[in-house]
């Protein structure tokens, strides 16, 4: 931001903007905004233009603003109580690597799955290992 000198307008005076502030904005202004707006969107629609595949995609889009998770697998994963959305990125990205099928993923995933979920989960912090999946 230094080379493009980005500044913005403080009373009487030319501040520069740091990257502190562009984080700040983006996560309190942008993501919390956003997240109300397609929420309002969403109960807009609710039922009003017969069109599922609308409003389940505003579903979608507000539960990963307010989540922090844009796949639906990892939306999922914190469904079944896995709440760090860290941890939640990290089994996902493991499923994909072992090449096991999420595309239709159920309940028993997790069961059929157990000794990777065990090999991901004993890397993380011992808080983490109490999870009980729903």
Request: glycine share 6%; proline share 1%; with cysteine.
């Amino acid at each position: 931001m230094d080379k493009q000198k980005v500044k913005y307008q403080a009373g009487t005076q030319s501040r520069k903007v740091n990257m502190d502030q562009v984080v700040k904005y983006t996560d309190n202004t942008l993501g919390y905004d956003a997240m109300l707006i397609v929420g309002a969107l969403a109960d807009l629609c609710d039922g009003k233009y017969e069109n599922e595949d609308l409003e389940e995609g505003l579903k979608h889009l507000q539960n990963s603003l307010k989540l922090g998770l844009s796949d639906s697998f990892e939306l999922w994963l914190y469904s079944k109580g896995y709440v760090d959305r860290e941890i939640c990125k990290l089994l996902s990205r493991s499923f994909n690597e072992g090449r096991i099928n999420i595309a239709n993923f159920e309940n028993n995933i997790l069961d059929e799955n157990s000794e990777l979920v065990t090999k991901v989960m004993s890397k993380m912090p011992t808080y983490f290992s109490n999870i009980t999946v729903n």
